[in-house]
């Protein structure tokens, strides 16, 4: 089982995933994309640590900034539920190493997602219902985001919108609206 949850910034989209995985199991492996370039990003990194040390479910902590791809083929066939939180802070880190290997980078996170077997969540923020950004990089984050959720949201058996803490099925089956606090 493939689940998509998109949402703006500060939507509620992680605590969701969490939470309906934590319901569904006890132990969890929890891939994350974020680094910590500056002190508000490390902030908010050890936020969502203290959100998950509290949650009720176990996560064993893979930090994974590129290779996401090569994570999940290891991963595939697991029996605990995989999230990956987050699809545009990967994003933006390939873009930021190399925008040219983007292309190849999509494609091989692509065919893992694919080929996956086990219960996998993929966090992605939905980034393209604002105005157009002026910068040539920052266009080109919102094109391959939007491109990337939408070619996730078609592998993907359930694909939920997340916006002020409440989601909204968009494929697949509905799932329970509390979120949690």
Known sequence: ?????????????????????????????????ATAGDD?????????????AEASCQWQLI???????????????ETRPVLIDCLT?????HLMADPQ?????RHELLTAVADFRGQLWL??????SGIVPLGELSRQFVDESGWLNQAIAAIADRVTLVVAGL???????????????
């Open 1 to 33: 089982m493939i689940h998509l949850v998109l949402g703006g910034a500060r939507s509620g989209k992680s605590r969701f995933a969490e939470t309906q995985i934590a319901r569904a199991s006890l132990q969890g492996i929890y891939l994350a994309t």
């Open 40 to 52: 508000e990003m490390s902030a908010r990194i050890a936020r969502h640590q203290r959100d998950r």
């Open 63 to 77: 930090e994974a900034p590129l290779d996401l791809a090569s994570q999940l083929n290891a991963l595939s066939g």
């Open 89 to 93: 802070l990967w994003l933006t880190n």
């Open 101 to 105: 290997k983007m292309a190849e980078a």
């Open 123 to 128: 966090v992605s923020n939905e980034v393209g």
């Open 167 to 181: 989601p909204l099925a968009l494929k697949g089956i509905a799932v329970n609206a509390e979120v949690g606090a």
